[in-house]
């Protein structure tokens, strides 16, 4: 018999992954512990006025399929209205078939807005009505929709020179959903360019009221707002590159680039590397002493279209998978903390399928036994955060390493509407278990696997980050 798209057993192809799902995974609370979402909407609680700005605002996934589909950028990021916006995307939508976005786009409709109708351009009017209405009312305010969506803590992506000012805010509401600051630091070690180099100097002096004149007295800096992220509850770091810098280096090599930037002249290649290796093994460290848990992005090619790039800037929809050599040098960087025993609990996260295997048997060669899953293969990242990149991140940890210890899902998303990601993984999850049981490829013990399934989806992040 054919099923309904999207219905209550979507994903779920059989009764066990069905009892999986509904009884177990289902109602359990969302750890988010790495998003983009703005801590100053959260602070505001502010209401999104339609449905334009809550989805597409900022979603480069989606701009990218309406780039593919022919949509003018008029519509994309220019000066079209709100409503132009939406009804091109809605007419969009129908040849998103078999991208994930199809998925994510109707279980976003049903979950927040109880829409059950198929997004195209018929219909693009009126869901844009029903769910704008919606929107504007106090039951779908930010804090609401994070709410409605069992989160139970999300953790933002933060520079060490932001003030925080929102996450005080927060703090100070008393809001039930621990809402936490992560420390990013790439642009604290980007030295490609002198200029913006010197002025993010600039920004730090302004933010720590300290002279940097000094590699010693850039690192106190740095240090101090590490500290400080710490005084409002932050145990996580991340960095987003396209590889590890694991280069040799000595102290004097690095003092003596950091003057050379701070003068105004750039580093030659060899001398980024080494000062980006330095300042890598720093924030480690510092993540050690504090328990904290770092994340390493690796594998993508940003800005490949510098037409693009010099019209819209960063982060709007012009980056690939990138082919990058990842073994070597991280396991250069990894022993070079554990050697010193100053390796803190980390999470890698892979953009390229073909390093999948890498990264799984990567993990392994540095798990002590002090901490259960102490390095981790982080949920299959941008590109791969759909059905098949999920499947195979999963199965690569389960046939190389421990799929029980595994944190599960995170949003990776500057989107309120994008925590049906959390359920889209979690039907997943339980369908591969499901099925193998049903197949006697594993026991039929509901209650021991119900709690593997139980700790993927939220105990083992709970235990993993101190939440």
Same mark, same amino acid.
């Given at each position: 018999m054919m099923k309904k798209f999207l219905d209550e057993n979507f994903?779920? *192809?059989?009764? @066990?992954?069905?009892?999986?799902?509904?009884?177990? +995974?289902?109602?359990?609370? =969302?750890?988010?512990?790495?998003?983009?979402?703005?801590?100053?909407? =959260?602070? $505001?609680? =502010?209401? !999104?006025?339609?449905? @334009? *700005?809550?989805?597409?605002?900022?979603d480069h996934y989606k701009w990218r399929a309406m780039r593919t589909n022919g949509v003018n950028e008029k519509y994309i990021t220019g000066n079209a209205t709100d409503l132009e916006k939406f009804q091109q995307w809605a007419a969009t939508v129908p040849y998103t078939m078999r991208?994930?976005?199809?998925?994510? /786009?109707?279980?976003?409709? *049903?979950?927040? !807005?109880?829409?059950?109708?198929?997004?195209?351009?018929? /219909?693009?009017?009126?869901?844009?009505?029903?769910?704008?209405?919606?929107? *504007? @009312?106090? +039951?779908?305010?930010?804090?609401?929709?994070?709410?409605?969506?069992?989160?139970?803590?999300?953790? /933002? &992506?933060?520079?060490? @020179?932001? &003030?925080?000012?929102?996450?005080?805010?927060?703090?100070?509401?008393?809001?039930?959903?621990?809402?936490?600051?992560? !420390?990013?630091?790439?642009? +604290?070690?980007? +030295?490609?360019?002198?200029?913006?180099? $010197?002025?993010?100097?600039?920004?730090?002096?302004?933010?720590t009221g300290d002279s940097v004149s000094s590699y010693n007295d850039y690192l106190k800096a740095l240090k101090k707002r590490h500290d400080f992220f710490a005084t409002l509850g932050c145990t996580v770091s991340d960095h987003g590159l396209e590889q590890i810098y694991a280069e040799d280096y000595t102290e004097e090599e690095i003092k003596n680039a950091f003057n050379k930037i701070r003068s105004g002249k750039d580093l030659d290649y060899q001398a980024k590397l080494k000062f980006q290796s330095a300042m890598l093994v720093e924030f480690a460290k510092w993540d050690c002493e504090k328990g904290w848990v770092q994340q390493y992005h690796l594998g993508a090619l940003r800005n490949n279209n510098s037409r693009m790039l010099k019209q819209l800037g960063a982060d709007t929809g012009w980056d690939s998978i990138g082919d990058f050599s990842q073994g070597r040098a991280l396991s250069k960087f990894l022993n070079r903390l554990d050697e010193t025993n100053q390796l803190a609990k980390t999470i890698l996260y892979n953009l390229n399928p073909a390093d999948n295997e890498l990264m799984a048997t990567m993990i392994g060669n540095f798990n002590d036994g002090s901490v259960a899953g102490k390095i981790q293969f982080g949920s299959a990242w941008w590109f791969l955060d759909q059905k098949d990149g999920m499947i195979k991140q999963m199965n690569a940890v389960s046939n190389m390493g421990l799929l029980s210890r595994f944190v599960g899902m995170l949003t990776d998303s500057r989107s309120f509407m994008s925590y049906p990601r959390h359920e889209y993984f979690r039907r997943i999850l339980c369908n591969l278990f499901g099925g193998e049981i049903e197949n006697g490829e594993l026991p039929d013990d509901i209650p021991l696997i119900g709690k593997i399934i139980e700790d993927i989806c939220y105990n083992n992040a709970k235990n993993y980050f101190n939440f």
């Open positions: 994903l779920l *192809q059989n009764k @066990t992954s069905q009892q999986l799902y509904h009884d177990i +995974a289902k109602q359990l609370p =969302i750890i988010d512990y790495h998003n983009h979402l703005p801590p100053v909407q =959260i602070a $505001n609680d =502010i209401n !999104f006025q339609n449905l @334009t *700005q809550v989805w597409l605002y900022g991208n994930p976005l199809y998925h994510w /786009t109707h279980l976003e409709l *049903q979950r927040y !807005f109880n829409i059950s109708k198929i997004l195209n351009a018929g /219909t693009a009017k009126e869901i844009y009505d029903e769910a704008s209405e919606k929107l *504007q @009312t106090a +039951a779908y305010s930010v804090r609401n929709l994070l709410r409605k969506m069992n989160v139970q803590v999300l953790c /933002t &992506t933060d520079d060490p @020179t932001d &003030t925080l000012e929102h996450h005080q805010k927060i703090k100070n509401d008393h809001f039930e959903i621990k809402i936490l600051p992560a !420390f990013r630091p790439d642009k +604290a070690m980007n +030295a490609d360019d002198a200029a913006a180099f $010197n002025a993010y100097v600039s920004k730090l002096e302004e933010v």
